[in-house]
């Protein structure tokens, strides 16, 4: 068996996040997302966020394409229009089909009102793949919050501890596959 280069596999080994929060910018970017990226970087994760882990002249799509394929766990943070996004329907599928653990965030929006529209931007074969990702994450438990009457400090701690269980989780779950 042919082995990789030794400064291959440490990139390999060392993923460039540990969590990447897929969101919807103009919707969470400035509470829920933001919130949680400080969050979780004051925990000691090393957290993905693209407004916070992206320069000028960075390619998007292989940034972030990137950071979703080497992280552990995925948050996915659902607002009312997150599915009107090409891009977060991208890195939802990425996370999803990358068999990533994701935790949902449903922020003023119930699983049931997330739906993918046609717009004519996207192939079936597109659709299709959104659409499958999409309802996965919807059968997957999830924190749900309501921006209007709910505790934000609680939101930050249960989404924090979420995130953290399902780290330490994957990790042991890799530990024992090395074995």
């Not at 068996?1 to 080994?13: G, I, S």
């Not at 989404?159 to 989780?169: P, Q, Y």
Request: with cysteine; aromatic share 8%; net charge positive.
């Amino acid at each position: 068996m042919q082995r990789l280069p030794a400064m291959l596999c440490r990139k390999v080994v060392r993923p460039s996040c540990d969590v990447f929060i897929n969101h919807r910018g103009i919707d969470t970017k400035r509470n829920i997302a933001g919130l949680l990226y400080d969050s979780l970087t004051r925990m000691g994760v090393r957290s993905f966020l693209d407004s916070m882990n992206m320069k000028p002249g960075d390619r998007l799509f292989d940034h972030i394409d990137k950071a979703i394929l080497g992280c552990k766990v995925g948050v996915a943070v659902f607002s009312p229009r997150y599915c009107d996004s090409y891009f977060c329907l991208h890195e939802l599928a990425l996370l999803m089909e990358s068999n990533k653990r994701v935790v949902p965030i449903f922020y003023d929006v119930k699983p049931s009102q997330l739906l993918v529209k046609d717009n004519g931007t996207c192939s079936a074969k597109e659709l299709q793949r959104f659409t499958l990702a999409l309802q996965e994450a919807k059968n997957t438990v999830g924190l749900t919050f309501d921006s209007l009457n709910g505790d934000w400090s609680e939101l930050l701690r249960d989404a924090s501890e979420a995130v953290i269980v399902n780290l330490l989780e994957v990790k042991e779950e890799e530990k024992r596959m090395r074995k």
